[in-house]
């Protein structure tokens, strides 16, 4: 059995590129580089690959053929494979052996198959060129259309179609897409040209320009091409006679380049990018699927769309997406036009018989692949046909709302729900909303694209959200509509705002996957990225705008949101006339992706509640689980919330967080003085404030386990910062101070040098500090038995567990775990109370690994602190190695990933090697994960593998601990695919 899972895991990428050695479903060799799609000429389907080919075909590639073998509508073509992809790149760039021939063969076949020529000057064929890699990669690689066109064949489309105007329209979109994709010509120069024409006629849409208008533009994108086109890096464009560059007119080179083209985008630097936010392999490759066009744009009874079997917003059970009348389907994806809802299309004169048979479509895609589909379709003279479909992409709460809906239908098992869904992608839920209670006047109003708020400053350009970003405040990305050149940006910005652009356009479909808050289609939003601003005419409004607008987007709150348009619109009018807005760069701005509403000024956010949907898929993870799920936590207002998340208990308190603040001077006062009096008054405040501390931590998980790792950091990192008191001594000199004044904080200064050490995370710290200061971790240890003794005379079940950082030694163990022993037995006998209370260590140095057997025998637990240990065992300081060489490191492929974001093998090795070591010599013992990587997804089912107890991380990431410690108990029973 075959389970499908929205995940992204490294594991299933390996498993990816294992398939991806050329491996078919029989498992025999692959030495077959392009495949056959579609129809022959008299009907018979010839199509060599199916769904389940992702590594040879590409997604786009193996989702054409499956459904052109369950007789859906398909347009004839051909795929090349993925393995061509890698070998051309492996080549210098150049096509390997034979492959050039292959391709030629294919071609010849398809024109065979359609009864047409491509270039012919009769009745062209014409093909579209488009990527397809393993794993879903929308707008990140290239595309051509209406490859074949030239100065001949464009006699026969014209004389085909008996329509001018379509012909050249289409060969004045093939100029300019080739040119821009493939030749590298800048995008502007020809849209300059289209405006400079409309301006010239007097119109505003490019379809209000006629034949000639569309023939003149051909002859300027020409003369745009040869003055832009390097003519020593493509000499076989160059035209012998004026020795100048030309468009080229033989389709074999038109076809050529643009294959060239497509493989060249698997690494281009978006894509390289997107990779890297994806967990996806550099080693796929992408596959190129060259297809016989069929055309949208050939009048009112032709159109083209994208849509989704369900919402991917929501994921209510209804059909949603986007349609344009007489358009290519850039056009939709692009933005160019706004688009129609793809529930009107069987009610549009001339599309009705498509649009229901569309409809009949989606339930057929939905039934035979089990899930929500994502689709591509363009209607032809009224002639419906399908160009792409996939598993599709939603946000979170879709995720589980399909798939609990999907369960009740039958399609699929509780096993299924449960891996369907991405634990990464549970942040969406986490994300902040509109505190509801707020008051907020609505500047504007756009499509509800990505759910989630957000706040920041104004950018107007990818570059500047980064610059924003890194200069450590938030922004917003304010753009006409997104393209593929600013993920950068994307993935910087805490939101994205956008005035042009349906729900399935790039900004709404990259955003929804990467869980950012986005609005489309805020058509009032005049942008000018140049003068960075952007102008909302008559949206000022007097004071009673904000109630009239705050209502509307309450009533927009579901579906698209149109009824808050009416709320909006009562708002702005409210107070009589208004003057225009202008968001400036910098200015503050919120957005609401749930709702689709703009806001001028900062909304208060809020942390949404978990319940539903969420609650619904964890108790199914929790019921297919074996890995415990705990949560780090240092008071008790955190540890109240990781149980509210489902927390079965703190697998790290971390004391040191508890001695900041007014606190801060208590421990200083310890430290610093050398009088035993102050020191000792010193301990007797903290014991009574970590008691308090204890007490409440211990009561908000009454039953559950508590560990607390006694105090851990060098001691010097309590005091102030030497620096600023040179800084204040110098000033009290230079202000004529005391002598007296001065002399003490010289003395305090010296003090605080002394304690300074070279490699501070190596030296005075974790259990080294308590054997040098043992009335430091006496007094905490008492503090955990006298809250823990009062809990239980109060009835409760307070379950603390103590825990020694930084073990290195066998003795070191042995000794601090004696003298915690005695302090909880005096404790006992003073409090009249029976207190059991397991002590463990925290093992964070491979040498605490590699003897885990001789620790093991005083521990009763172990808990690995994976931050540290990778550290020691790469050698790497953190703060110093994740911004300076870690991300070139990765550019380099010289790691696979992050080690502080996912556990690293040879980390993950040392731990199962503790793991056994410890069980050989103590079976009862207790093994968990305290680091970040706790609440990892792909981490934690690599501990699943080791046979972790359990795993622990931040509350937030409760949730996705648990899901994915579901998932990976479930991946050792079933087969599951990535619909990445």
Not at 413 to 426: G, I, T
Not at 804 to 833: K, N
Not at 907 to 912: E, F, G, T
Request: negative net charge; proline residues 4%; aromatic residues 6%.
């Amino acid at each position: 059995m075959t389970l499908t899972s929205s995940g992204t895991t490294p594991a299933s990428t390996a498993s990816m590129v294992a398939q991806a050695a050329q491996v078919d479903t029989s498992g025999q060799a692959v030495s077959q580089r392009v495949f056959a799609f579609g129809k022959d000429a008299q009907g018979k389907n010839v199509t060599e690959g199916n769904k389940d080919m992702k590594a040879v075909l590409g997604g786009k590639g193996a989702n054409l053929a499956e459904m052109a073998s369950i007789g859906l509508p398909v347009p004839p073509g051909f795929t090349i494979s993925c393995q061509t992809c890698m070998e051309y790149y492996h080549n210098g760039n150049q096509f390997p052996d034979g492959a050039l021939q292959e391709i030629q063969k294919y071609r010849l076949d398809l024109e065979q198959r359609m009864g047409k020529r491509i270039g012919d000057s009769q009745d062209p064929l014409l093909v579209s060129v488009r990527s397809g890699a393993p794993f879903s990669m929308p707008g990140m690689m290239d595309t051509v259309l209406n490859l074949g066109l030239n100065d001949q064949s464009i006699l026969g489309l014209i004389k085909q179609t008996d329509n001018p105007r379509f012909a050249w329209d289409s060969y004045r979109r093939f100029i300019q897409m080739f040119s821009k994709v493939v030749m590298d010509v800048d995008g502007d120069l020809f849209e300059n040209a289209i405006t400079a024409k409309k301006l010239a006629k007097g119109v505003k849409g490019d379809n209000e320009l006629n034949a000639d208008d569309l023939e003149g533009l051909v002859a300027e994108f020409k003369a745009i091409f040869t003055a832009n086109v390097n003519a020593s890096a493509y000499p076989e464009l160059v035209e012998k006679d004026s020795g100048a560059v030309q468009f080229p007119q033989d389709p074999d080179i038109q076809l050529n380049l643009a294959i060239r083209a497509v493989f060249g985008s698997w690494m281009n630097d978006r894509a390289q990018l997107y990779r890297r936010q994806n967990k996806i392999s550099d080693d796929l490759g992408t596959a190129v699927n060259v297809q016989s066009m069929v055309f949208g744009n050939k009048g009112d009874t032709s159109a083209t769309g994208v849509a989704f079997t369900r919402n991917p917003a929501s994921g209510e059970n209804e059909f949603y997406g986007d349609y344009l009348v007489n358009a290519q389907g850039e056009d939709v994806v692009a933005g160019i036009r706004n688009t129609s809802p793809i529930s009107e299309l069987k009610d549009v004169a001339g599309l009705q018989d498509a649009g229901r048979e569309l409809e009949v479509v989606f339930k057929t895609l939905e039934n035979h692949y089990r899930d929500m589909c994502d689709i591509e379709f363009t209607i032809e003279q009224g002639k419906l046909w399908m160009l792409q479909t996939r598993v599709g992409k939603r946000t979170a709460a879709a995720a589980l709302h399909i798939a609990i809906n999907m369960v009740e239908e039958g399609l699929i098992s509780k096993e299924e729900a449960v891996l369907r869904v991405d634990p990464a992608q549970l942040d969406q839920l986490l994300h902040p909303q509109f505190n509801k209670d707020a008051n907020y006047d609505i500047v504007a109003k756009g499509l509800n694209a990505s759910p989630g708020a957000a706040v920041g400053e104004a950018v107007f350009s990818a570059a500047d959200a980064v610059a924003v970003a890194e200069a450590g405040r938030k922004c917003v990305l304010v753009r006409w509509e997104t393209n593929p050149d600013d993920l950068a940006g994307m993935v910087a910005a805490e939101g994205i705002l956008t005035s042009h652009g349906g729900k399935t356009s790039h900004a709404a479909v990259i955003a929804r996957g990467m869980g950012t808050p986005c609005v489309c289609g805020a058509e009032a939003l005049k942008i000018n990225a140049e003068a960075k601003q952007a102008v909302i005419a008559g949206a000022g409004a007097g004071g009673a705008g904000s109630s009239g607008g705050s209502a509307g987007a309450d009533a927009g709150g579901t579906g698209n949101g149109d009824a808050g348009g009416a709320g909006t619109d009562a708002g702005a009018g409210g107070a009589g006339a208004s003057a225009d807005i202008i968001i400036r760069e910098g200015d503050i701005i919120s957005i609401d992706g749930t709702t689709g509403i703009v806001v001028l000024g900062a909304v208060e956010l809020v942390m949404p509640e978990l319940s539903g949907d969420l609650d619904t898929i964890l108790a199914w993870a929790d019921e297919f689980r074996t890995l415990g799920v705990r949560a780090n936590a240092d008071n008790p207002e955190d540890a109240q919330l990781s149980r509210d998340f489902g927390a079965a208990g703190i697998g790290l308190c971390r004391t040191e967080h508890m001695f900041l603040g007014e606190r801060k001077g208590i421990i200083q006062s310890f430290i610093l003085s050398d009088d035993p009096t102050v020191r000792e008054q010193a301990l007797a405040d903290l014991l009574k404030v970590q008691t308090d501390d204890f007490y409440g931590m211990f009561k908000a998980m009454d039953g559950l386990p508590v560990v607390v790792r006694l105090l851990d950091p060098p001691l010097h990192e309590f005091l102030d910062d030497p620096r600023a008191l040179e800084v204040e001594i110098t000033k009290l000199e230079l202000t004529g101070a005391s002598a007296d004044d001065i002399a003490a904080k010289r003395r305090l200064l010296s003090r605080i040098d002394s304690m300074a050490e070279m490699n501070p995370m190596l030296g005075l710290r974790g259990v080294r500090l308590a054997i040098l200061n043992p009335e430091l971790a006496a007094m905490q240890v008492r503090a955990i038995a006298a809250a823990t003794a009062r809990l239980q005379k109060e009835g409760l079940k307070p379950d603390p567990e103590i825990m020694i950082p930084l073990v290195s030694v066998v003795s070191e163990l042995a000794a601090l775990r004696s003298e915690c022993e005695a302090v909880v037995a005096a404790v006992a006998a003073e409090e009249g109370v029976a207190l059991n209370i397991p002590i463990g260590t925290m093992i964070e140095l491979p040498r605490a690994a590699v003897t885990a057997d001789e620790i093991a025998k005083h521990a009763n637990f172990f808990s690995f602190g994976t931050n540290d240990l990778t550290q020691t065992t790469f050698g790497f300081s953190r703060d110093d190695v994740e911004s300076k060489f870690i991300p070139r490191y990765l550019e380099r492929k010289l790691i696979p990933c992050n080690p502080f974001e996912t556990v690293d093998e040879g980390v993950a090795k040392l731990v199962d090697m503790a793991c056994k070591l410890g069980r050989s010599v103590n079976q009862d013992i207790s093994l968990g994960v305290c680091g970040e990587h706790g609440g990892d997804p792909d981490s934690v089912k690599r501990f699943h593998q080791i046979g972790l107890d359990y795993v622990s991380c931040s509350p937030y990431r409760v949730p996705l601990a648990r899901l994915a410690a579901g998932q990976a108990a479930l991946a050792e029973k079933f087969l599951v695919s990535d619909n990445r």
